[in-house]
C-alpha cells in the first residue's frame, strides 16, 4: 500500500470509532500518558490541540497548565509550523482546518524549549513510524530540534498496522513511544 492507503484506512478506521468508544479510548490513553516519566518529569510539553476524530487533547492541555507546565502550540504559518506558549486554552482561535490555534500573540516559542514533544498523526506501526496529513508540518518543525526530545504520538488501536511498515521516506520522522487506549509502543524512535 502507499501512503494515501494507508491514511484512508486509518482515517475511515478511526471515524468508525463510536462516541463512548471514542470517550472511553480517550481517557485511557489520558491516563497512560499522564503516568509517563517522560510526562511527568517534563517542566515543557509541545502539545497538539486535536480537531475532528483525534485523540481529545484539551482535557491534559488544561491538566497540565494547572499542574504548572508550560504549553506550546503550534500555528500553522506558511508553508509551516509557529510555535507559542499559552497560559490557557479560552483564548485559542480557531486556525488551518479549524483546529485550535494560539493567536500568535502569545510569547513565540522554539522546540528546543520542550522536555516532550505529543504529536498528533493519521497511521502508524509498531516500528515507530508515522504518517501525518501530508503537509509534513511535524516532520519539518521535528527536523529542526537541535537536541533529542522525546517524541510521543497518541492513537487509537485502529490508528496502528501491526505487522505491517508503513512506507516511510528519510524525511518522516519517527516516535519514540505511540500510546494507544490498549499499550504503550516504544520504538527505537529518531
Request: aromatic share 6%; proline share 5%.
Amino acid at each position: 500500500m502507499d501512503k494515501g492507503a494507508f491514511r484512508a484506512g486509518a482515517l475511515k478506521r478511526r471515524a468508525s470509532l463510536t462516541a463512548g468508544q471514542k470517550l472511553s479510548n480517550d481517557n485511557a490513553i489520558r491516563q497512560r500518558l499522564s503516568g509517563l516519566d517522560e510526562f511527568k518529569a517534563a517542566g515543557t510539553i509541545l502539545f497538539y490541540a486535536s480537531f475532528k476524530s483525534e485523540v481529545e487533547t484539551m482535557p491534559l492541555i488544561e491538566q497540565a497548565l494547572a499542574g504548572g507546565k508550560k504549553i506550546l502550540l503550534p500555528k500553522v504559518k506558511g508553508g509551516g509550523l509557529e510555535l507559542f506558549e499559552i497560559k490557557e486554552t479560552a483564548g485559542l482561535a480557531k486556525g488551518f482546518m479549524g483546529i485550535p490555534e494560539p493567536t500568535g500573540k502569545e510569547r513565540p516559542a522554539s522546540v528546543d524549549e520542550a522536555d516532550i514533544v505529543i504529536v498528533p498523526g493519521v497511521a502508524f506501526d509498531t516500528e515507530g513510524g508515522r504518517l501525518g496529513y501530508g503537509k509534513g508540518y511535524y516532520d519539518k518543525l521535528l527536523s529542526k530540534a537541535e537536541r533529542r526530545i522525546p517524541l510521543v504520538a497518541l492513537a487509537y488501536e485502529a490508528q496502528v498496522f501491526s505487522g505491517e511498515r508503513l512506507p516511510l521516506e528519510p524525511h518522516d520522522i519517527k516516535m519514540d513511544k505511540i500510546i494507544t487506549e490498549k499499550r504503550t509502543i516504544i520504538s527505537d524512535g529518531h
